[in-house]
């Protein structure tokens, strides 16, 4: 089973305290798709293995809310005239219809949708909440602090304007410092908080692959919260980035191609465009580095491709 426990955080952009919930132990005995989603039997860990600010919205994994995180002015803006306005119509929207509702122009909270053995996946999917970590990610800060110098001008009228408009998010107060209360645990749907980690990634110059990691987890988190249609718009956003990654020189390690084209062309099969499955499925023969360990995986492309099914084993 899964266990969880309340946990205290601090907000790095807007230093609130606020409680959440993190995984303390899980399982895998609900078995993998074949998009690597791994299920456990009981609660599914997913939704807890990234937070989100009660006030402002700002989003990562715990390691995100410690004094390791480093938050440039850029995001800072970002988060303040992005994440807080969309944090407040979320709550306002599961308040009134107390359902997590549909992608798109119904759910104020995403954006609007984008126009054009049991094998195992080992370090690709480890992602960002695990040894490498979304907070490795912010490396990418320094490449940004030309754009963030620029923009540092404005983040201080920007910033106070959103605290304005923040204040009516619950567990939110009118001042941007610490205080001794601990704002209470906000019901943010996981699909939500891991499309907010994402956005904070980008922002921060994360590589598109850790981009495309967190945007992964926010289809798997609809597949549980039934919503259809979110869930193929974050598959898109998740294809499109692992696109971007294979693309770059020294995106995605040689002897991992293999494996990150399969989940591509699987991406693109789950999000109903099949020409796009088979071209990436058919390459998948291409980019292996040794036949005998991965020969699961051009299994696995065969598979899909011609008779596809929805669990590995």
């Known amino acids: 089973m899964t266990t969880l426990q309340q946990i205290e955080l601090t907000c790095p952009v807007c230093e ?17 798709r074949t ?9 599914q860990p997913l939704p807890y293995l990234v937070h989100c600010c009660a006030r402002c919205g700002y989003a990562g ?61 080992g370090g690709l999917l480890g992602g960002l909440l695990g040894g490498s970590g979304s907070g490795s990610g912010r490396s990418g800060e320094t490449a940004n602090s030309a754009n963030a110098g620029n923009s540092a001008s404005n983040s201080a009228s920007n910033s106070a304007n959103a605290s304005n ?37 980008e922002w921060a110059g994360a590589e598109p692959r850790q981009v495309a990691d967190l945007l992964l987890r926010a289809a798997w988190c609809c597949v549980d919260e039934g919503d259809v ?27 991992e ?24 499925f058919e390459q998948v023969p291409h980019e292996l580095t040794d036949a005998g360990s991965q020969q699961w995986v051009l299994d696995a492309a065969r598979q899909q ?8 084993g």
Request: hydrophobic content about 35%; proline content about 5%; some cysteine.
């Open 16 to 32: 609130t305290r606020f409680r959440s919930q993190a995984v303390v132990a899980t399982n895998s005995f609900g078995g993998k």
């Open 35 to 43: 998009d690597f989603h791994e299920r456990a039997a009981g609660t």
């Open 61 to 121: 994994s715990e390691k995100d809310f410690t004094d390791e995180a480093e938050i440039t002015p850029t995001v800072r803006e970002h988060v303040w005239n992005e994440l807080a306005p969309s944090l407040h119509r979320s709550l306002q929207w599961h308040r009134t219809h107390g359902t997590h509702g549909t992608h798109g122009a119904q759910t104020p909270a995403h954006g609007s949708p984008a126009t054009p053995g049991t094998p195992r996946a």
């Open 165 to 201: 408009s923040a204040a009516s998010v619950p567990g939110a107060s009118s001042s941007t410092s610490s205080s001794s209360a601990v704002a209470p645990m906000v019901a943010v749907p996981g699909s939500e908080k891991y499309e907010a980690a994402a956005k904070v990634a």
């Open 229 to 255: 249609e979110a869930e193929r718009y974050f598959r898109r956003k998740a294809a499109w980035a692992f696109e971007q990654a294979l693309s770059a020189y020294d995106g995605v390690a040689r002897e």
């Open 257 to 280: 191609r293999a494996v990150l084209t399969y989940l591509v062309g699987e991406l693109w099969r789950r999000a109903g465009d099949g020409k796009a499955a088979r071209q990436w």
């Open 305 to 312: 491709k011609d008779c596809p099914r929805e669990w590995f």
